[in-house]
Structures are given as C-alpha cells and as structure tokens.
C-alpha cells in the first residue's frame, strides 16, 4: 500500500512563497505519476500540477509560471514550490500518486493567503 504525508502548508502573506513536500511510504515501486490537488469549500476539487517519474510537467493555467512541480524519485518525494501567492490560492491541497490502477491521496495541507 501506499501511505502520502504532506508538510510545509501554512499562512503567508500576499506575494510570499511556500514549498509544499509530499513523501511518499509503501510500495512505491509501481508510481508513475505524482501530484497536487486543491479543494476550497462548496467549490469542486482543482488540479494544480502533476509531474511523471520520467520529469514531464503540466500545469492549471491559474498556477503556471508561479508555482513549480519537482521530484526527488531516491526520496519519494513530490515538492511544490508556489511563489507570488494570491489569496485566491488559499485552499486545502491533496498530494497524489497513480499507480496503472489506482490513485492514491494524501490527507492535505491548508494553504491560508492573507491579503
């Protein structure tokens, strides 16, 4: 099984930066493809940025040349680095990890941008 842990989420101000780390644990040997999400409340979940085991990158429009995926395959670890925060990317963000025949999720991590 695989098992995501989340850290680096918190308060910043407008215009500041956070790193978003997600470690993954388990049977990991079979990931391809790892992830963030986002979900504020009453709206649907959101996709921010995915990276696969070979480097290649997408990201949503709303977070492209702000925010940056990265992957350390040794340390299982997917990071998001977000710079020139709004507060409209306030928003719980879910790590992710697929497998050929599942997607796993992490818990997620609050993202607070104050204005």
């Known amino acids: 099984q695989v098992q995501l842990v989340e850290s680096g989420g918190g308060l910043v101000q407008a215009g500041g930066s956070l790193r978003l780390s997600c470690a993954a644990s388990g049977i990991i040997f079979s990931i391809n493809t790892m992830g963030w999400y986002r979900q504020v409340p009453g709206k649907q979940r959101e996709f921010v940025a995915r990276i696969t085991s070979g480097g290649s990158t997408n990201y949503s429009d709303s977070v492209k040349g702000r925010f940056t995926i990265s992957r350390d395959n040794a340390k299982n670890t997917v990071y998001l680095q977000m710079n020139s925060l709004k507060p409209e990317d306030t928003a719980v963000y879910y790590c992710?990890?697929?497998?050929?025949?599942?997607?796993?999720w992490g818990q997620g991590t609050q993202v607070t941008v104050s204005s």
């Open positions: 992710t990890a697929s497998k050929y025949d599942r997607t796993y």
